[in-house]
Each structure stands twice: as C-alpha cells, then as structure tokens.
C-alpha cells in the first residue's frame, strides 16, 4: 500500500483554503479588510490638495498611491492576520495542527496566505485606480515599488504574528493592533509627508516598519531616491522582517492563556 506524499507547499495550500473559508464567514473583518483601505486614501486626498506639494517635488498621486498602499498592508493584511492567528489559538486550531505534519512555518505561513493575497490583490487594484484617476505617469522605478509592497507584506505578516502573541483574547486582538496603525498612518509619511516634519522628528520616523514601504513604493513613481538612501531604506525594512522573525520564533503562543 502507497502513502500519499505531501509537500510542504501542499499542506500550506490546503491550510490556506481552509483559512480562506474561515475568512469568508467573518463579515466584521472582511469589511474592515476591503473597505477600509478604500476609504482612507479619500481622506488623504483632500489633505494633500490643502499642502504645497510642488514645493517638496511631489504631486497628489505620489502621496495618495503609497498612503493607500500602506493602508491595505495594515488593514487587510496586519490587523486582519493578528485576529485570524488570536481566534485560531483560541479555538485551539493552532495545537491541533502541530501534532500533524505542519511544521510551525507552514502553520504560520499557510494561515497567513489568505490576508497576504487579499492585501496584494487590493495594494494593485489601487495603484491602478490611483495611476488612473490622478493622471499619473508609469513609474520611473518600477522595481523599487515592487520591493517595497513585497517588504510591506513581509513585515506586515511577521509583525502581526509579534502581535498576536501579545494578545490575551480575540476580543482584545480589535484593540492591540491599534498603536502600530496609528503611529504608522500619522508617522510614516500616509497622511503627512516625512518631507513636511522637522528633519529631527522626520529622522525618527524614517525608522517605522512602514516608512521604508512607503517610501519605496513613492520612489518607484518619482525617481528621486538616491542609491544611499534605497540601502537605508531596504536596510530599514529587512530589519524590521528579521526582528519580527526572532521575535515571533522567541514569543509567539501557540495555547491560550489560562
């Protein structure tokens, strides 16, 4: 008699369809998921049409597209995945799957696929809607927007492990993904551009896990960053990955607290 051989890319997908099942039945999430992200980048828009802009070199586009980017990473992907990995520690799913084949990545990484596609999917429905309704032209840098969404969704994952395992409850996991989301939309260049701060309070806030993402993806339409400051940008996010995996490897929780 044969056994079925399975791969760690199958059992990531299996997981990951089931997963999505699961997140189709959660009506709270999904809409702050797919319409959040939506809303937001309108509320930057009229902002940005009262800032001198011209004076930085940037236009209404740069600022909207990369601030509705970093949007879609916080919600449909970072506060959406803290709650999928909180309820499922909860209900005891995350214990039962690793008495099975599953290794701990793959336990992470397959629950996370869902959210991860679902805040790809939605970043590049608003580039194009962006590119369109704000008459921008085709980016000058491609390549740096793409790192910079890719990094975006690798912190974004890790750091909603991070928080989950800070998290007591699944009703507190609507409430701890909070701090990162506000002090990201206020201080990673969303809704403000780093530009207009004062260079001291600009020089802290380059080192937020989304200031490299949105800086990278803004770059990738303006052109304008130079080869030191892609690397100290790169540099920026590749650590916040990395501190996110120790972090996750050290204190992620796999049984509820009792």
């Known amino acids: 008699m044969s056994t079925a051989m399975t791969t760690p890319v199958s059992r990531m997908t299996a997981l990951a369809r089931a997963e999505l099942t699961l997140l189709g039945r959660s009506k709270g999430t999904l809409v702050a998921a ?56 909860e209900e005891l799913v995350l214990k039962r799957l690793r008495t099975g084949e599953l290794r701990d990545a793959e336990i992470l990484g397959g629950s996370a696929l869902p959210s991860v596609l679902t805040g790809l ?21 491609p390549h740096l927007a793409v790192l910079g969404l890719l990094l975006g969704l690798a912190i974004c994952a890790g750091l ?67 080869a030191a400051e892609t690397l100290g940008a790169l540099a920026t996010a590749v650590a916040w990955t990395l501190l996110a995996v120790f972090a996750v490897r050290r204190w992620f929780r796999w049984e509820p607290r009792r």
């Open 160 to 226: 909603a492990a991070v928080t989950a395992g800070l998290t007591r409850t699944a009703e507190s996991a609507q409430v701890t993904p909070m701090p990162l989301l506000i002090i990201s939309m206020i201080g990673s260049g969303m809704f403000v551009p780093l530009e207009f701060l004062p260079d001291r309070l600009a020089s802290v806030c380059e080192l937020l896990p989304l200031t490299p993402v949105v800086t990278l993806v803004r770059a990738g339409w303006t052109g304008d960053l130079s």
């Open 34 to 89: 797919l319409f959040v992200p939506l809303v937001l980048p309108l509320s930057v828009r009229s902002a940005a049409q009262e800032m001198d802009l011209a004076e930085v070199g940037l236009t209404p586009g740069t600022v909207v597209l990369p601030a509705a980017v970093g949007f879609s990473l916080l919600f449909a992907v970072y506060s959406a995945l803290v709650g999928v990995y909180v309820v499922r520690r």
């Open 121 to 141: 999917t939605q970043c590049l429905v608003l580039i194009a809607a962006c590119a369109v309704l704000l008459d921008m032209s085709a980016p000058s840098a």
